[in-house]
């Protein structure tokens, strides 16, 4: 028997892949009905950043993705997450008064959402200084998909984040 | 969906379960889309293979294809669970999402 020095994280990858046959994996029924379920559980609890980027906010309701298009949405795959925040800033001078909305929807095993439109979260007006980080608390979690919403009646960029925890801090 | 009670599954029995091992989730977070404006009146039962223990009904309101969400916070875990629903005939489109921590 021979002793090696491996990383923590090194460690991890061969616990996670060693016991893991690929021909028991074949013989279980799998269903993986969305991407979020192949996401690893920490105790206690779980935090994912779901979206990270820039948005160019105008008069037209927006995706934080930048699009117009009212079916698609901004994150998905986000049914075990009990709560999503969005934080971020705008880019300016001026004050930041920029409009926001949530929408929800649930999808079937294949994806496909189970109805046509969305289910109205939440709305809020984001008003802070100038380059003034702000922080929203989405209220409704275990949706499986989100479309988060902006607008401002003067363009601004927005760089913002959406992330998501599953599990509840020990307080 | 009917008037006659059915579960999810669409079984009249009233002893069979929706789905059972569940004595691990802690709430459940049944969403949907209504198929017309009629409400819809429901009950979800909680127990084992010796009966049902608990129970909670209610109403789903709405529009027709309007979304809807039901949360459920069994006081104790339990086994088996059945969901049960009736009202005017119309399409259910739902799914059911059980987890093991609850917030509140």
Not at chain 1, 11 to 33: D, F, N, Q, S, Y
Not at chain 1, 47 to 76: F, N, Y
Not at chain 1, 136 to 142: L, R, S, T, Y
Not at chain 2, 8 to 37: C, H, I
Request: hydrophobic share 40%; proline share 8%; glycine share 8%.
């Amino acid at each position: 028997m021979s002793a090696e020095r491996i990383t923590r994280r090194e460690m991890l990858k061969r616990l996670v892949v060693a016991p893991v046959g690929a021909a028991a994996l074949a013989t279980l029924p799998v269903h993986e009905g969305s991407a979020a379920a192949l996401q690893p559980y920490y105790e206690p609890y779980f935090v994912a950043v779901l979206w990270e980027g820039r948005t160019r906010c105008d008069s037209l309701w927006r995706s934080l993705k930048g699009d117009v298009v009212a079916i698609l949405p901004t994150v998905q795959g986000t049914t075990p997450y009990d709560r999503l925040y969005w934080t971020g800033y705008a880019l300016g001078r001026a004050p930041v008064n920029v409009n926001m909305r949530v929408l929800a929807r649930a999808v079937d095993l294949s994806g496909a959402p189970l109805g046509s439109g969305w289910r109205p979260i939440g709305q809020a007006t984001i008003q802070t200084p100038p380059m003034r980080w702000f922080r929203v608390e989405i209220p409704e979690g275990h949706w499986d998909e989100y479309r988060i919403e902006v607008r401002s009646a003067t363009p601004r960029l927005v760089y913002s984040r959406v992330i998501a925890s599953q599990g509840y801090w020990k307080e | 969906m009917e008037a006659t009670p059915k579960d999810m599954l669409d079984q009249s029995e009233p002893l069979a379960p929706t789905f059972v091992n569940a004595a691990s989730v802690r709430a459940f977070y049944w969403t949907g889309v209504k198929g017309s404006d009629a409400p819809i009146a429901y009950t979800v039962r909680g127990g084992n293979a010796n009966g049902w223990q608990w129970s909670q009904s209610g109403q789903i309101v709405g529009n027709a294809r309007g979304w809807f969400r039901v949360v459920v916070k069994p006081p104790a875990p339990y086994d088996w669970y059945r969901v049960e629903v009736a009202g005017a005939p119309q399409a259910l489109r739902s799914k059911i999402t059980g987890v093991a921590e609850v917030a509140e």
